[in-house]
């Protein structure tokens, strides 16, 4: 196709374009989105998710890496609504996504954000950071590709790819449109003009061949460079693909290449899944004359099942929910404390030689993040989680806990909130000291663990002690009820269950009985917790002389009472 036809086709494919705010040259958008003003090596990155309504921890994971590379180089990570398919989009997709992040800690610079009412505004100026918003960006630069000869109209109907996809799979050959299977190549703007009047729907193609020719890439194979992954040979790519779809709007492929050069992203961290349509991508940014972002593909988080390892999923695994973590109540620096565990293979060794420093101090590095299956594991979040917490203060988990539960608890709030100093020296008892507790891991399990604090969920779940006979047990509550001094010390308050346990039968010490066990009933641990599951309902509590004092001498005397009868 000649000068005169390729800019003959534009006009029939673009009408009026030059009335829009471009005036129809792509130059317009250059200048308009010019280079950010940011330090070297400031990094520009972005979550670019589609708003259909389910909120993943891949979505945390990807946009904690993206926000964390931005910040730690003093660069922008903004977030961009891929919104093209209105098929699929949900209502409120954005809302719930964007507050979402927020409550585990990732915040966006620029783009889409909420507005103090709850609703939808943008900030920044490289928008609209809706796709949707974008048209005639992309129209501009898909005019271009056409006057350049790198993109045509195709008339296929589905059935017609339908037909052609079924002859290539008889003959074993890849499906698609290229080659000799791209019949609308060469069309003439005669003939477009033609079937467009007809009413025949098209869609705009990338000329694969003519855009290898035009950049250069006459070998089978280029060479990447992958942040995470290092240098990756990739077949160029020889599709076909399409630019803009029947209705006018760009697929993810144009959209994306378009969107991440005028909005100057340096950076595209996204999952491996999208290292088939590198080759796209790739060809897309040389048709259009963009610099190449660098790509990193990070891998896909995995769960052990049985012996195996397999990726998670919507459909088996709660945990994939980001639900499932404000659910629980995990705590949100115990969330992305894990999430750096998984993603940088030294960060635990930075932990270990900086026990007290924020993860701000950690700096992330691409090349050392993982390139096969990374193991999401429950258990070691849960272990992860008692060392953010053992950390933070009484106060600061008061905080969260109560908003937990105004969110998942409503019984537990109302009895938390009638006395939040009290609520505070619970939730600090055995914190201190050479060995503090470490055992406060989420909301829900915390909730169960001092629950008991409360009459209205106070009960008595474990059983007495095995050691200890039935009618001992009224024995040793009648004997410690009478000898107990609310004011007395921790040493003298112990001394007295020692000298009830002897005068029970009991040995005054474990190692005690270890040494002649026939020679008494049980220990001294025995008859504490006989005490300790009258006073907690469970035979395992932090220290059971600061729990007396913060239940109050008249709470601990009835619940003694209450089960000495």
């Known amino acids: 196709m000649n000068t005169d036809d390729k800019t003959v086709m534009a006009e029939l494919l673009f009408p009026n374009l030059e009335y829009a705010e471009s005036g129809g040259d792509p130059d317009y958008y250059e200048r308009k989105y010019p280079l950010r003003d940011l330090p070297v090596p400031a990094a520009v990155t972005r979550l670019g998710p589609s708003p259909t309504g389910f909120i993943h921890l891949g979505n945390l ?23 093209t398919d209105s098929k ?12 979402s992040l927020a409550h585990f800690g990732v915040n966006f610079d620029e783009g889409v954000t909420l507005t103090e009412g709850g609703g939808i505004a943008e900030v920044g100026d490289y928008g609209p950071y809706h796709q949707s918003g974008r048209a005639e960006i992309y129209r501009t630069y898909a005019r271009r590709l056409v006057l350049k000869g790198l993109a045509y109209p195709c008339f296929f109907t589905q059935d017609e790819i339908d037909e052609l996809r079924a002859e290539q799979e008889g003959r074993k050959e890849t499906p698609g449109i290229y080659g000799r299977y791209a019949t609308y190549r060469d069309i003439s703007p005669e003939d477009a003009q033609a079937r467009i009047v007809r009413g025949e729907r098209y869609v705009l193609r990338l000329n694969a061949d003519a855009v290898n020719a035009d950049t250069g890439a006459t070998e089978e194979y280029i060479t990447v460079t992958d942040g995470i992954r290092g240098k990756l040979s990739v077949p160029h790519n020889v599709m076909d693909v399409v630019v803009l779809k029947s209705d006018g709007m760009p697929t993810y492929h144009f959209a994306h290449v378009v969107d991440d050069h005028l909005m100057r992203t340096t950076h595209v ?39 195996t390892k397999r990726k998670l ?28 565990t998984i993603i940088n293979s030294n960060f635990e060794e930075w932990r270990a030689a900086n026990p007290d420093a924020p993860i701000e101090g950690f700096e992330m590095t691409t090349g050392k993040m993982g390139v096969s299956g990374i193991l999401f594991d429950l258990d070691k979040l849960g272990d992860v989680s008692k060392e953010v917490l053992s950390r933070l203060p009484a106060g600061e988990i008061a905080d969260f806990l109560m908003k937990w539960a105004g969110m998942y608890d409503h019984r537990a709030h109302e ?64 004997g410690y009820m009478d000898g107990y001094v609310h004011t007395d010390s921790r040493d003298i308050w112990f001394g007295k269950i020692r000298e009830l346990a002897e005068r029970l039968g009991y040995a005054a010490k474990p190692k005690d009985y270890k040494k002649a066990p026939e020679s008494y009933k049980g220990h001294v641990g025995d008859v504490s917790t006989v005490v300790r599951i009258a006073l907690t309902g469970r035979a395992s509590s932090p220290d059971l002389h600061e ?19």
């Not at 699929?88 to 507050?99: H, T």
Request: with cysteine; charged share 25%.
């Open 61 to 83: 994971y990807t946009a904690f890496m993206n926000e964390k590379l931005a910040n730690q180089t003093s660069g922008v990570f903004y977030l961009r609504i891929e919104d």
């Open 88 to 99: 699929r989009e949900v209502k409120g997709a954005a809302e719930s996504l964007i507050a």
């Open 269 to 307: 961290v996204r999952g491996e899944e999208w290292l088939s349509s590198l080759p796209i991508h790739v060809a897309l940014f040389g048709a259009l004359g963009f610099d190449l972002p660098l790509y990193c593909h990070s891998t896909v988080l995995m769960k052990m099942d049985g012996g």
């Open 313 to 340: 999923s919507k459909r088996k695994d709660p945990e994939l929910s980001l639900e499932y973590y404000r659910a629980e109540g995990y705590h949100p620096k115990a969330i992305l404390e894990y999430l750096l």
């Open 415 to 478: 009895a938390m909130a009638a006395d939040r100093q009290r609520l505070e020296k619970i939730l600090d008892i055995g914190r201190v000291g050479e060995k503090p507790r470490k055992d406060l891991a989420y909301a829900r399990q915390i909730w169960g663990f001092i629950s008991y604090f409360y009459d209205g969920f106070f009960i008595v779940s474990d059983p007495w002690p095995e050691r200890v006979a039935e009618g001992d047990v009224q024995k040793i509550l009648a």
């Open 547 to 565: 729990i007396q004092q913060i239940l109050g001498e008249s709470v601990v005397m009835e619940r003694l009472a209450r089960s000495a009868s």
